[in-house]
């Protein structure tokens, strides 16, 4: 067996059981990249401060090249017994290198390094998943604007409740997913300070720059207290927190088009590149894919949960308990990209079924708060206003006809106060477009909130 790299002070190795219990190069080699600039970055600090020399620097700079090349090339052999990403490139470094390998660890714990491969980490995944999130944001305003001027039921407690534009529906996620880009940012920026010098805990008496460091992998500057920097995961639950946001918003869409895709709805239908069928039931189209989305995020949540349970018991400065940081970041961010890529292209490939809505929109009386606003205009104060729309509508279920099939006379005969205009007021039509303070949903706010999408994402 080969000694470990702490094995000085150890007379007997490690059980099979422990060794396999506590290794985490399994899933920490994601962060080989990561820890091979982090190591080079240290390096050249070394030598710049006078700690190793500068043909010290120039093997270990080669040699890391060597061993990244062969990463990628698949021909590197992980081994368990080096326990974790950072042993095991610093352990196959030295048999490359042989002596300034052993001088790369100066002035360095793991504890500093993991940190930082792990920021390097979020930092790369968090730009990644930015672009995701315009992909999908780009695509719902190319639907909304495919599907301009169509109008469909808007509800409140999945009850008919005001006709809005489809489009400024779809607008609406568009929005929660700018929040959601804007939550990352604001994460990416907390996080970008750089733990690496903080060594074990309380940092070192050798002449180091972590200015240096921090420049070189482009963090904005160092963190300023040891025991702080390895001791942090709060970018962690912030990403992790992020990424529960936008699990949720994707899990609602779904929710709403598995809705619209029913037979009962049918509003919308996705085509068949985006649907699965049934083992047993030939005639079954089904909407799977954000059925998934809705399911996935689930896991997403649990996965911050993890995290933040991981943390509450824990002391200050490195615990080996934070190695489990890892599966559930890594996990959230491969599901998070996965909802994303496929809400995207479930985006480019649904047809709203534009003649069924249409013959949906009189049920309900989803004129009715138009009616209670013309009354307004009238001079009625909106109580009243509302309890004459309200026995107007009685009027109609008893009758089962819409608002605007009421006769003036009739109309009348409830409150005298309704006039021949009153009928530019009724319909889906004519309602939809009385909704024009900032943000509402008639056309002409609707055109103005597409246009500024389609130049804030750049759409040609
Ligand atoms: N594999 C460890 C982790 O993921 C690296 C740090 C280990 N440090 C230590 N002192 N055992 O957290």
């Not at 990249?33 to 050249?44: E, F, L, Q």
């Not at 940092?203 to 460091?213: A, K, Q, V, Y």
């Not at 083992?279 to 399911?295: A, F, H, W």
């Not at 079924?353 to 205009?377: E, F, M, S």
Request: hydrophobic share 40%; aromatic share 6%.
């Amino acid at each position: 067996k080969e000694v470990k790299l702490w094995g000085g002070r150890f007379e007997e190795s490690v059980t099979d059981a422990v060794e396999r219990f506590s290794e985490s190069v399994s899933f920490d080699k994601e962060l080989y990249r990561h820890d091979i600039a982090g190591s080079k970055a240290h390096a050249s600090m070394l030598a710049h401060q006078g700690l190793i020399t500068e043909s010290d620097r120039d093997s270990i700079l080669s040699g890391l090249d060597e061993i990244e090349r062969r990463i990628r090339a698949g021909e590197f052999v992980w081994r368990q017994d080096r326990e974790d990403v950072h042993m095991n490139i610093e352990a196959e470094l030295t048999d490359l290198i042989g002596e300034p390998a052993k001088k790369l660890h100066t002035a360095r714990s793991r504890n500093d390094q993991v940190v930082t491969d792990l920021r390097l980490w979020c930092r790369e995944a968090i730009d990644r998943l930015l672009a995701r999130i315009k992909q999908l944001q780009v695509s719902l305003v190319n639907l909304a604007i495919k599907n301009k001027g169509l109008i469909v039921p808007g509800y409140t407690h999945l009850q008919r409740a005001q006709p809005v534009l489809l489009q400024h529906l779809l607008l609406s996620y568009v929005e929660q997913l700018e929040r959601d880009a804007r939550r990352l940012m604001n994460c990416r920026d907390l996080m970008n300070f750089c733990p690496l010098g903080a060594c074990a805990l309380a940092g070192t008496g050798l002449p180091i720059n972590r200015f240096m460091t921090s420049d070189a992998l482009g963090f904005t500057g160092p963190l300023s207290n040891s025991i702080d920097a390895v001791s942090d995961r709060d970018f962690v639950l912030e990403f992790l927190s992020a990424t529960s946001i936008i699990a949720i918003h994707l899990s609602r869409l779904g929710e709403e088009w598995v809705l619209w895709a029913s037979e009962e709805f049918g509003f919308l239908t996705p085509s068949d590149s985006v649907s699965t069928g049934s083992s047993i039931m030939p005639q079954k189209k089904n909407p799977d894919p954000m059925e998934l989305v809705r399911g996935k995020s689930a896991r997403v949540v649990g996965n911050l949960v993890t995290l933040l349970v991981l943390c509450k018991g824990l002391p200050q400065a490195y615990n080996r308990d934070l190695q489990e940081d890892k599966e559930p970041l890594f996990d959230s961010v491969r599901t998070i990209t996965g909802m994303l890529e496929v809400t995207t292209e479930f985006a480019q490939n649904i047809t709203f079924n534009h003649a069924r809505i249409q013959k949906a929109l009189p049920a309900g009386h989803l004129d009715a708060t138009t009616l209670a606003d013309y009354l307004v205009k009238k001079g009625i104060p909106f109580r009243t206003s509302h309890d004459i729309v309200g026995r107007s509508v009685a009027l109609c279920v008893s009758r089962n006809c819409q608002l605007l099939d009421l006769s003036l006379d009739e109309l009348r005969s409830i409150n005298p106060v309704f006039e021949d205009d009153v009928y530019e007021y009724l319909g889906v039509e004519n309602s939809v477009e009385k909704f024009c303070s900032y943000g509402s949903t008639g056309s002409e706010c609707v055109a103005e909130q597409i246009n500024s999408w389609v130049s804030k994402l750049g759409i040609s």
